[in-house]
């Protein structure tokens, strides 16, 4: 597809967003007390309302649900309540914000939480955690009861319908980068020996459910899921990505959802699935680990390839006018690391939008 294809229009379950760039979901821990979310966030997402769909960084579906301290969360009237002022200020100018459901399972510590994490087994996470007191190894997983497993998919379905009365367009599930429907995925987190473990069919059972009780609590076109297959984040591995992650989009074709949102080192894992997938993709094809992030050539590489939407990360941490950058061919400015998760307004409502300078502006015929 050509550059204006990345600047069109698209449908995106009920909707209709005016060009194929999302703006990812981030994390930025500058949330309030409590999980709440405050003004600088409204003013944050609003400086990016120009994307065609913005993901929210994600959020706790409940207190165990917690990963890092000074994530917002989603669990409460208040909560919602909280939220509302960021998707007034987005609407406001224009855009229009989903809300990413994170559990996150065994990727947390009880400092952060009070609590024991859980998960699908008693298998701990082999790296350091951040905490109120900084880095140190994950807290051991508790393994959820038969009964439980239900509760937490429920969960999401609870957080889903609070962002809808916080004034959210719709709700992405996090099923990706090593959190709880993650580690149902994995093998080497999830040795459970009821229906929930062993077999292709039973580890995707958790996130069919949980999507399933979303799409039932708000609609399945205001409901997407994300994905990211065979990527090893939180110590994951997933021998039979390709199978089990074929398995699960074809269960899921079959809701009617908004979209599938993917990413993933192994290209052929995306192509594959995309053939599978009947409807609305959105691909990022920047990985965590890569140095760089995505522009306007492999973004149009990915729609040439099938992909609807094309999701930008980094690139939108600094350049708040991304799209209209990427409408000019303007230079992308580059984001401060140490500033990603460093708290307060610097970083974070600083990036300014492009500055031309006087001395390359064409003078008049």
Do not use: C
């Amino acid at each position: 597809m050509s550059h204006m294809n990345l600047l069109s229009s698209a449908r995106l379950g009920d909707l209709t967003v005016p060009n194929r760039t999302v703006m990812s979901p981030m994390t930025r821990v500058r949330a309030g007390a409590g999980g709440l979310a405050t003004p600088s966030m409204a003013t944050y997402y609003a400086q990016r309302a120009s994307a065609g769909l913005i993901i929210s960084e994600g959020l706790f579906p409940n207190p165990v649900g917690q990963s890092n301290p000074g994530t917002p969360g989603l669990h409460s009237p208040a909560h919602a309540e909280s939220w509302r002022q960021v998707t007034d200020a987005v609407h406001a100018n224009g855009g229009r914000i989903f809300a990413q459901v994170q559990h996150a399972g065994r990727v947390s510590h009880r400092e952060t939480t009070g609590l024991q994490p859980v998960a699908p087994s008693a298998v701990p996470l082999t790296s350091d955690v951040f905490t109120p007191t900084g880095p140190k190894p994950a807290s051991e997983p508790r393994a959820l009861d038969r009964a439980e497993v239900t509760e937490h998919a429920q969960a999401y379905a609870s957080a889903a319908r609070l962002a809808v009365s916080a004034g959210f367009d719709g709700v992405e599930l996090h099923g990706a980068n090593g959190y709880l429907i993650h580690q149902f995925l994995a093998p080497n987190a999830n040795v459970r020996t009821d229906e929930y473990g062993g077999t292709v069919a039973n580890r995707i059972r958790f996130a069919v459910e949980a999507v399933t009780a979303v799409a039932g609590a708000i609609g399945p076109s205001r409901t997407g899921i994300k994905l990211s297959p065979g990527v090893g984040l939180a110590g994951l591995d997933e021998p039979d990505a390709e199978e089990v992650y074929s398995a699960l989009l074809q269960e899921l074709d079959q809701l009617g959802l908004a979209y599938v949102h993917l990413e993933s080192p192994v290209e052929s894992v995306l192509l594959h699935l995309r053939k599978l997938w009947s409807g609305t993709m959105i691909v990022n094809p920047s990985m965590p680990d890569s140095s760089a992030p995505t522009d306007q050539a492999t973004a149009e590489r990915w729609l040439d390839q099938g992909a609807d939407l094309i999701s930008f990360g980094r690139a939108y941490l600094a350049n708040p006018d991304l799209v209209e950058r990427l409408r000019l061919g303007l230079s992308l400015a580059k984001a401060d690391v140490a500033t990603y998760y460093a708290g307060g307004d610097d970083g974070y409502l600083t990036y300014p939008t492009y500055q031309h300078r006087p001395d390359a502006v064409r003078p008049n015929p």
